[in-house]
């Protein structure tokens, strides 16, 4: 079963007060590339945070965002400092006296001057926060992980139906394959006759040429290999383990057959059936990108 990289995940939390929050939101990437944004009060548990999403996803660019919510009485929010606060508000009233102005003195002006707050020290490790981190996140990868199978379930059926039209038209190929050999041998033994008298042909050298056109025009060998290429892909989408890059691989395989088939078999109706296999690849390569 495949995954998707693309998909979001959000988890919550809450014990005595303490309440987090985490979003997860993730894009395809060729590797799995992590940033964390925590709140100043949780950056102790960043490492905590990086290894659980590490050890849950293998390839992906995945955003965490934390809110975190303490209570008051957790002394971990912002002091207000009075001291400052009388100071600053004797002074605009001498600024106020001063320059004869006669508005009052809100609050608002008071809240837009710097250091009214303290911010606390950061606490060494809280096992309260931690807790309520850690679940928040937990929840978040579970509801990632889901979406991302989702996603990947609509991918894999796509893909499926692809490499049904794909066969389809290599059993078409391996149908015309035989009859192009014949009517090449006969286009042959024709231009030889037009050119020479019949009397002329050396028959053993005729047979000889006939021999070398079809080993060059013979395609059985690609064909066995797009029909194994076919079977592998098949089995990658089955797979456990994250298959995205042997797909990818499997994917430029297909191409590359596909393009041989169409070079060696110099047939107008082969050579339209392998186009519309290589239309096919690219739109499974295109849907490759977004698989881990």
Do not use: W
């Not at 024709?190 to 002329?200: G, M, P, W």
């Amino acid at each position: 079963m495949i995954t998707s990289m693309t998909g979001f995940g959000r988890g919550q939390a809450e014990q005595d007060g303490f309440s987090a929050t985490v979003e997860l939101r993730s894009v395809n990437n060729r590797y799995l590339d992590v940033s964390v944004r925590l709140p100043r009060l949780a950056t102790l548990y960043e490492p905590d945070v990086l290894a659980a999403i590490r050890q849950a996803f293998s390839r992906g660019r995945i955003t965490a965002q934390v809110d975190l919510r303490l209570p008051p009485e957790a002394g971990l929010l912002p002091r207000l400092n009075l001291q400052v606060a009388r100071q600053y508000l004797t002074q605009l009233e001498a600024l106020r006296a001063e320059t004869g102005l006669h508005d009052p003195i809100r609050l608002e002006h008071l809240l837009a001057l710097p250091d009214l707050f303290e911010k606390p020290d950061l606490p060494e490790e809280d096992d309260r926060i931690r807790q309520v981190l850690m679940t928040a996140l937990q929840q978040a990868i579970e509801a990632l992980q889901a979406t991302r199978r989702q996603e990947g379930a609509l991918l894999q059926a796509d893909l499926e139906a692809r490499l049904e039209t794909i066969a389809r038209h290599l059993e078409a190929i391996e149908a015309r394959a035989p009859q192009r050999l014949v009517e090449a041998r006969e286009k042959l033994r024709a231009r030889v006759q037009e050119l020479l008298r019949d009397d002329q042909i050396d028959p053993d050298r005729l047979e000889l040429e006939i021999v070398l056109l079809a080993d060059r025009l013979d395609i059985t060998e690609e064909c066995v290999r797009l029909r194994a290429h076919l079977q592998h892909f098949r089995e990658a989408l089955q797979a456990q383990e994250p298959s995205g890059r042997r797909l990818n691989f499997l994917t430029q395989e297909l191409h590359r057959e596909a393009n041989t088939i169409s070079a060696k078999a110099n047939d107008a109706t082969i050579a339209l059936l392998a186009v519309q296999i290589k239309e096919e690849v690219e739109k499974i390569r295109e849907q490759i990108q977004n698989i881990e």
